[in-house]
């Protein structure tokens, strides 16, 4: 199979468009990452993801929506109080996770009764699915385990020859997955950390959230359960405050073991100047470098055998960036 990438115009739209209501798989690029998708009402359509990825089954699918009011068309229970994220949020880097209704088959939910849906607020992924005319289900459009793709590039190396479309040249502006809350409890749960902070989240709704269990036999959300975002080469992750554990790892290493340091800031940087590794500066401050982070980390794979990673302060889009990292270092926490 050909893979071919187009730019974002009315023909490729519509050449999408219809792969989707064909049954195929298109990828196609949203503000937050690059998804995969298939009709969600196709169970069959939605399987080809999971070959594409080898993506274990039991890990759910967001189903993508043109616009909010949509969402009542999957969901059958929508409190009072994800209408308000609704609006202050969608469309945006938001899913929300809500009781399904019975036409979403048990290949995207992975057998849950719950659906999580989003609208992109990336508009050309909102017309592309609007002109599939059914909800798009998609993971990252990556080889389950690695980054996501931020790049069509990224897709590219991962589906060349599995897929026949990649929809989108430019970056994705978030770089990260969008945030995903379980409505189905109160107060909600955030099962991962996103685009939309939980700072933000609270605000709006004037509570406290709740975190969901680490690492569930039964995940309901992506991301919660497997190695997710990791480089080919081993990745170690230091919390924020825990530089000198970095830096001892590094000695560990050694000269010739072909280390790098990635810091989230161009301030953090300071820190490793002196030490005999190349430091890689994700961006000048933690926005730009959550957009950057897989970027770099498929880029660094190709040249270093080892990469450190010092965290973000624990907060705001920090606390997104700290998830993907301790998820892609595969319990190799310093």
Excluded: W
């Amino acid at each position: 199979m050909e893979t071919r990438v187009k730019p974002y115009n009315k023909e490729s739209i519509a050449e999408g468009a219809e792969i989707i209501r064909r049954g195929g798989v298109v990828a196609f690029r949203t503000e937050t990452v690059y998804g995969l998708g298939a009709n969600a009402y196709d169970a069959a359509a939605v399987r080809q993801i999971f070959r594409a990825k080898g993506r274990p089954s039991d890990n759910p699918l967001i189903v993508h929506l043109p616009s909010v009011g949509g969402i009542e068309t999957v969901a059958r229970e929508v409190p009072d109080y994800a209408g308000i994220l609704i609006d202050r949020f969608m469309p945006g880097p938001l899913s929300l996770v809500l009781k399904k209704r019975p036409l979403i088959p048990d290949a995207v939910t992975a057998g849950l009764d719950t659906v999580a849906v989003r609208v992109p607020a990336d508009a050309a992924a909102r017309e592309f699915i609007a002109a599939a005319g059914v909800p798009v289900a998609a993971p990252s459009a990556n080889l389950s385990g690695r980054p996501s793709p931020t790049a069509a590039a990224h897709v590219l190396a991962d589906m060349n020859g599995k897929i026949p479309l990649i929809l989108g040249e430019e970056l994705a502006v978030v770089g990260l997955e969008s945030t995903v809350l379980d409505c189905t409890v109160y107060p909600p749960q955030i099962l991962r950390e996103g685009g939309i902070t939980r700072e933000q989240i609270e605000a709006a709704l004037g509570i406290t959230l709740s975190g969901a269990e680490k690492n569930s036999d039964k995940p309901r959300a992506p991301g919660m359960k497997y190695k997710h975002y990791a480089p080919n080469i081993p990745l170690y992750y230091a919390a924020n405050g825990r530089e000198t554990a970095l830096i001892d790892k590094l000695e560990e290493i050694g000269a010739d073991g072909g280390a790098a340091v990635i810091v989230l800031t161009r301030a953090a940087a300071e820190l490793f100047c002196e030490l005999d590794c190349d430091v890689l500066i994700a961006g000048e401050g933690l926005k730009e470098s959550a957009r950057n982070l897989y970027s770099v980390l498929r880029s660094a794979e190709k040249i270093f055998e080892n990469l450190l990673v010092l965290g973000a302060p624990d907060d705001g889009i920090g606390r997104a960036i700290n998830n993907r990292l301790e998820k892609a270092c595969g319990g190799n926490l310093l």
